[in-house]
């Protein structure tokens, strides 16, 4: 009697996180299929086999969905931005690691990406400046370029705005072509750039 207790218990506990990845996942498909104003909060429930109640135990309105979709991919990008840059390649080279790495998520979280667009006004509502987390880890790795060594010490905040605009220009730029040769073409193109802005 006491596993099957545990047991109940611990599918309990997985339960939230289970519910809001439905909701996430619902509403990315159908903010993508039919634009963020036209659907509602009842809708994302029916497509993710909750009750309407549900959704609001976990976010007050929509909004609030699309910036918590918004959060995860940028712990998501910042992850992928930290694997990259790490190991005994030298500084030089780690622009190419961090344009490869960052391209491949974006054509794997293509769908999601499309979204962000969506994202600015809500976000500023809550206080929060979009991309704020990933252009802190940006100057994070452009500050530890300068200290050892690898680029021409400059003011790592101004770096990160620069460089989260080039990776936004170049993210477009795919997504309004996203073949392969573009793909490439950008990718080197990113690297360059970033290359170049830290003094390499």
Known sequence: MNNIHLMQKAKRQRNPDAKRQAIHESAIALFSAKGFEQVTIAEIAKAANIAVGTIYRFYPNKSAILI??????????????????????P?????????????????????????????QGHIIENGTIPGA???KEIAALHQDGVNH????????????????????????????????????????????????????
């Open 149 to 200: 060594g690898g680029f021409t010490p400059h003011d790592s905040d101004h770096f990160a705005a620069i460089a989260h605009g080039m990776v936004e220009g170049a993210m477009r730029q795919w997504l309004q072509n996203p073949t392969r040769e573009n793909h490439h073409a950008l990718e080197a193109m990113l690297a360059e750039f970033l290359r170049h802005s830290a003094g390499v």
């Open 68 to 89: 918590a979709i918004s959060e995860i991919l940028e712990q998501q990008f910042i992850a992928v931005m930290r694997e990259a840059w790490s190991g005994d390649v």
């Open 91 to 119: 500084y030089s080279e780690r622009f190419n690691q961090m344009a490869s790495a960052l391209f491949a998520i974006i054509s794997d979280k293509r769908e999601e990406i499309v979204l962000l667009s969506l994202v």
């Open 133 to 135: 987390a990933i252009r």
